[in-house]
Structures are given as structure tokens and as C-alpha cells.
């Protein structure tokens, strides 16, 4: 009967061991694909993410929006012009070239309020150039194949009981549980990023109709500001990214498996902890708010 006992025992061992590892499989490849689909994302402008939702929106901006923005820009431009007089002691020391300078100013915040979508995908167009061509340099980093080192993390299995091996296999099955769950956060953050520029771009020509004038202007100024703090937010998504393939390489050669498993979710978790941070950390930079 010993044998019989023995085999039974060798083949429930074979069987955790063949779980840990394919539990192990699963989560570098989901972090493969999870690191892969982030640097895809970032790299794309508006409206190469999703072109029906862009030509949407700059329909719904240049019909709801355009005609708001039109009045404001004719309040803005009638304010400059009293300013202006009000402030040559009420035309007494009127010189014309003060007109001309008006009308020149009219003229640019004209071009500016009906070419606002150019505008917009030439911020973002810049932004797309700068994130892949870091994108580019990093991508080397951003594949992490585990395939050497979970051989010999095999070989560590080998050599353990059946009760630990139970024990390590309740450790990674919560592990990837957890991995999965910050998968989904990790895409909320990347797809919020996308819809919040949606919405920033929408009402894109109210702010720069008030760029005309120094007082609001401020309100155009920081609006751009914003612009360019979520555009470039891609950038410091890819570097977060960057940072965490580097980071997850040295798991799977771990010595310890419960500090490999562990490991594994810490750096997920910061890198899901990174990522939400980007946004503030992007308009400090740009000094927007």
C-alpha cells in the first residue's frame, strides 16, 4: 500500500506544483499584456483612440459651444476696446494705431476661436511624438520573459512538502486575484485619462475666446496650461510603466517564492498607486489648475 500512497501523494504534488506555475505563467503574461496595452493607449491622440467618439465631440463643440464662445469673444473684444479708450483719458490722447492693435487682436482671436480643434490635435500630436519616442527607448524593458528562471523555480518546488505546496498555491491564487483587480484600476486610469480629455476638448473654444483680453485671458492661459498637463500625462504613464518592467524583472529569480509572489503584487500596486498620481503630478508641473 506504500506505493500506492506515495504515487497518490506524487501526483497531487505534481498537480499543485503544475498550478503554482501556471498561476505564475498567467500573471507575467497578464502583466506583459497589461504593460503592452498602457504603452499602446498613451501613444494615441484623440482621435486616433477612438475617431467616431472625437468626430462627436467636435460636432457637438462647433454646433453647442462655437456660438456660446462667438458671444463671449464679442463681450471680451467690446470690453478691450472700452478699456482701451477709457484709458487714453477718454480719446483726448486717442492714438489710431491703438485701433490697429485692437483689430489685429480681433483678427488672431477670431483664427484662434474657428481653428480650435487644430489647436487641440496639435498639443496632443506633440505630446504623441514625445511619448513614443520614449516609448521607443524603453521598450527593450517593457517584455519581462520569465521562462528561465520558472524552471528553476520548479526545481525549488520539487524540494518542498505537500502541505507547503498547498499553502503556496492559496498564496498565488489570492495573488492573482489581486493582480486582476488592479488590472481593472489600472484601466480605469487609462481610459479616465482619455474621457477626461474628451470632456477638456469639448468646451475647448470658451476658454480661448477669452484669451483676447488680459484680465480673462488668465482663464484661456490656464486653460491651456491643463491641455498640455493631460497631454503630457501619457509621458509620465510611460515612464511609471518604464520603471515597473524594470522593477518585476528580478521577480521570478527570487530565491524566496513567497517573496516573488508578494513582490509581484507590491510593485503592481505601486505601479496602480503611480499611475493615479499622474494627473496631479502633470498639472503641477504645468502649474495648472
Known amino acids: 500500500m506504500d506505493w500506492l500512497t506515495d504515487g497518490i501523494g506524487d501526483w497531487i504534488k505534481q498537480g499543485l506544483i503544475d498550478g503554482i506555475i501556471g498561476f505564475f505563467t498567467g500573471m507575467f503574461n497578464d502583466i ?11 501613444g494615441m491622440t484623440p482621435g486616433e483612440w477612438n475617431p467616431g467618439v472625437f468626430s462627436m465631440i467636435r460636432t457637438l463643440s462647433n454646433t453647442a459651444v462655437v456660438p ?6 464679442t463681450f471680451v473684444l ?27 487682436k480681433a483678427c488672431i482671436a477670431v483664427y484662434l476661436l474657428t481653428h480650435t480643434f487644430d489647436i487641440v490635435v496639435g498639443i496632443f500630436s506633440v505630446a504623441q511624438h514625445v511619448v513614443n519616442s520614449s516609448a521607443g527607448i524603453i521598450s527593450g524593458s517593457l517584455n519581462l520573459d520569465p521562462s528561465s528562471a520558472l524552471a528553476d523555480m ?24 489581486g493582480l486582476t483587480a488592479l488590472t481593472i484600476c489600472i484601466f480605469i486610469v487609462i481610459f479616465g485619462r482619455m474621457v477626461e480629455i474628451f470632456l477638456t476638448i469639448s468646451v475647448a473654444p470658451i476658454p480661448l475666446a477669452t484669451m483676447a483680453n488680459h484680465e480673462w485671458g488668465q482663464i484661456g492661459n490656464n486653460y491651456l496650461k491643463s491641455l498640455f498637463a493631460v ?19 528580478s ?38 489648475h
Not at 87 to 104: G, R, S
Not at 168 to 175: G, H, K, N, P, T
Open 32 to 42: 506583459n499584456s497589461q504593460v503592452g496595452e498602457i504603452a499602446a493607449n498613451v
Open 68 to 73: 456660446i464662445a462667438g458671444m463671449i469673444l
Open 78 to 104: 467690446t470690453y478691450e476696446l472700452i478699456q482701451m479708450i477709457i484709458e487714453k483719458n477718454n480719446m483726448h490722447d486717442f492714438e489710431i494705431y491703438n485701433l490697429y492693435k485692437w483689430m489685429m
Open 154 to 177: 520548479r526545481t525549488m518546488l520539487e524540494g518542498m512538502g505537500v502541505w507547503e505546496l498547498m499553502g503556496l498555491w492559496l498564496e498565488v491564487s489570492i495573488a492573482s486575484l
Open 231 to 249: 497631454a503630457f500625462q501619457g509621458f509620465l504613464i510611460m515612464v511609471c510603466v518604464a520603471i515597473y518592467a524594470v522593477l518585476v524583472q
Open 251 to 288: 521577480i521570478p529569480s527570487a530565491d524566496n517564492v513567497h517573496l516573488a509572489i508578494f513582490g509581484t503584487l507590491a510593485y503592481t500596486v505601486l505601479l496602480c498607486f503611480m499611475l493615479f498620481r499622474t494627473a496631479s503630478l502633470s498639472k503641477s508641473i504645468f502649474s495648472a
